[in-house]
C-alpha cells in the first residue's frame, strides 16, 4: 500500500457508495446492556446485501478502476465476505472476476458467491488458508494482467470499510465512548481509525481478534506484520496469518486498543445472539460483541457500539458451534475409561461415578485390549460446571482407570 486513506477519503467514498450499500441498523441490546450495565449498540452489517460489510471496500475499490483495468479484469482472495462483495460489485459493474477462495471456505459462503456473482465470476478453490488462496491470486494476476482487489491492504478498499463509522455517529445522534470492532486483516478497524482520529478522536476504539489468529497483537509487539506459526480457522472471516502492511500502519500510528477472545467465547456468543437477540452471525461477526462478556471493560452508562461484521453462517456449522460453546463453558468433557470386562460395571459407572445431572454424550469402544479391561472413549456433559472436581474425585475413587482428554490437545481436534 503506497500510501494511508484520510477521512476525507472515507467521505468521499460515502458519497461513492451512496445506494449501492444499506444503510444499516444500529440497535440497542437489551442483553448486552444488562450485562455490562453501559448503552450497548450493535451495527447490523450482517445487513447488507451480501450479508458484511466486506461490501463496502470491494465496491469502493471497483467503481475507481480505469478504463483499461475494467477490461483487464479482477481477482481477488476471499475467506468468503469479501469474495461476495467483490461478486457483487462485478455483476453490478459488468467487470469479470476471478475469486480465490480457502478449502475452509463454508459451503454457504461459496455458494453466495456464485449466485450473487453469476456469469461475472469464476470461483477458484486453492489452498487451506486465506494466505495460501491469497498466493494463488497474486500469481493469477502476475500472468494475467487482472487488477487485485485486496480484501484489506489498499487504501481504497480500506476508506470504504471505514464509511461504516459515519452512519454511526448520524444514527447515534453523538459519538459513541467506546467503539468495539474486529479485526482480521486490519482493514475494517484501519478505515474506522482513520475517520474517528480526525473526527472523533475521543473515542475509544478497541480491535477484537480471534486467539487463534491474534496477527494484528503478534505485529504490535513484533513491530511490523509476521507470520503467525500457526492459525486456528474456525473463526474463517478473521483467520488471516499476516496482518495488512497498509492497516497495521494505521492502527498502530493511533495506539488503538487491541484484545482477543477464544473461538469457544466466541461460540457461546454466537448462540446466545441466536437465541435471545435474533440475530444470526457468523463466528467473525460475534468478534465484537464476544468481546464485552470479559475481554473489554466499560463502564456503567457509557455508549458502546459493537459492530456485528457478518452472517454468512452455514447452519451445518451450528453442532460445532455447540460443542465447542460447551468445552469452553466447562460443561463438556471427554475421558478415555478402562471398565473392567464384567457384569455391571457400566451400571457402577452410571450410578457412582455420574452426577444426577450429568449426561453420557458418548459412549464408544475404542479397543479391547485384553480379556479384563475395554477402554472406551466417553463424553460427558456436566449439569454445572462447578461439579467437575467432584466428578473426578469419584473417577479416581473408581475401580476404572480414567484419563481426560485435554482440549488444547492433537486428539481433541478429532472430536470436535
Not at 107 to 130: E, W
Not at 160 to 169: M, R, S
Request: charged residues 20%.
Amino acid at each position: 500500500m503506497t500510501r494511508v486513506p484520510t477521512a476525507a477519503d472515507v467521505d468521499a467514498a460515502t458519497a461513492r457508495l451512496q445506494g449501492i450499500v444499506t444503510r444499516t441498523p444500529l440497535q440497542l441490546n437489551v442483553r448486552l446492556s444488562a450485562m455490562t450495565g453501559a448503552d450497548v449498540w450493535v451495527k447490523r452489517e450482517d445487513l447488507q446485501p451480501v450479508r458484511s460489510y466486506k461490501l463496502r471496500g470491494a465496491y469502493n475499490r471497483i467503481a475507481q478502476l480505469s478504463e483499461a483495468e475494467r477490461a483487464a479484469g479482477v481477482v481477488c482472495a476471499s475467506a468468503g465476505n469479501h469474495g461476495q462483495g467483490v461478486a457483487f460489485a462485478c455483476q453490478r459493474r459488468g467487470i469479470h472476476g476471478r475469486i480465490f477462495v480457502p478449502l475452509t471456505t463454508p459451503r454457504q459462503k461459496r455458494d453466495r458467491m456464485i449466485a450473487i456473482g453469476g456469469d461475472a465470476v469464476q470461483l477458484v478453490v486453492s489452498g487451506d488458508t486465506y494466505d495460501e488462496a491469497a498466493a494463488a491470486a497474486n500469481a493469477y494476476a502476475a500472468t494475467s494482467g487482472a487488477v487485485i482487489v485486496h480484501a484489506f491492504d489498499h487504501p481504497e478498499t480500506i476508506a470504504g470499510q471505514g464509511t461504516v463509522a459515519a452512519e454511526i455517529v448520524d444514527a447515534l445522534g453523538h459519538t459513541p465512548d467506546v467503539l468495539v470492532v474486529p479485526v482480521g486483516g486490519g482493514g475494517l478497524l484501519a478505515g474506522v481509525v482513520t475517520w474517528f482520529a480526525e473526527r472523533h478522536p475521543q473515542t475509544r476504539l478497541v480491535g477484537v481478534e480471534p486467539a487463534g489468529a491474534a496477527s494484528l497483537r503478534a505485529a504490535l509487539d513484533a513491530g511490523g506484520p509476521v507470520d503467525l506459526d500457526r492459525v486456528e480457522t474456525f473463526v474463517d472471516g478473521a483467520a488471516v496469518r499476516r496482518i495488512g502492511e497498509g492497516p497495521y500502519r494505521v492502527i498502530a500510528a493511533a495506539g488503538t486498543e487491541v484484545v482477543s477472545v477464544p473461538e469457544g467465547q466466541v461460540c457461546s456468543e454466537m448462540l446466545d445472539m441466536y437465541q435471545t437477540d435474533g440475530i444470526i452471525a457468523e463466528p467473525a461477526g460475534a468478534l465484537a460483541t464476544a468481546a464485552l462478556r470479559s475481554a473489554v471493560h466499560v463502564e456503567p452508562g457509557q455508549t458502546v457500539v459493537a459492530l456485528v461484521s457478518g452472517g454468512n453462517n452455514d447452519v451445518s456449522r451450528y453442532s460445532e458451534i455447540v460443542e465447542r460453546s460447551l468445552v469452553f463453558e466447562g460443561r463438556k468433557h471427554y475421558f478415555l475409561v478402562n471398565f473392567p470386562q464384567e457384569p455391571g460395571s457400566l451400571r457402577r459407572f452410571l450410578d457412582e461415578v455420574l452426577g444426577p445431572d450429568d449426561d453420557i454424550t458418548l459412549f464408544e469402544y475404542v479397543k479391547r485390549s485384553n480379556r479384563e479391561l475395554g477402554p472406551a472413549l466417553v463424553g460427558i456433559e456436566l449439569g454445572d460446571p462447578g461439579e467437575l472436581p467432584g466428578l473426578l474425585d469419584r473417577m479416581a475413587a473408581s475401580p476404572m482407570t480414567v484419563e481426560p482428554i485435554d482440549p488444547d490437545g492433537p486428539f481433541y481436534r478429532f472430536l470436535v
